[in-house]
């Protein structure tokens, strides 16, 4: 991650998502949450963004 004027940046990858600006999260934070039925330590298995919103372009 990098810091832009002292304000920790999310970084993100997820295109489709509303709030994704230039490889960056454009919130100001972010919900994590798990997901279901997983349990295998592999963090893309486990793991969602809860603040993802569809983008409609």
């Known amino acids: 991650m ?3 004027d002292g ?11 509303k709030h ?12 994590v949450g798990a997901c279901t039925n997983a349990s295998n ?6 793991t969602l963004c809860m603040s993802y919103d569809r983008r409609k372009d």
């Open 7 to 17: 304000i920790q940046a999310i970084g993100c990858n997820v295109s489709s998502c």
């Open 41 to 46: 330590g592999i963090a893309e298995d486990e």
């Open 20 to 31: 994704f600006n230039d490889s960056k999260c454009t919130l100001a934070s972010i919900q």
């Open 2 to 4: 990098s810091e832009i």
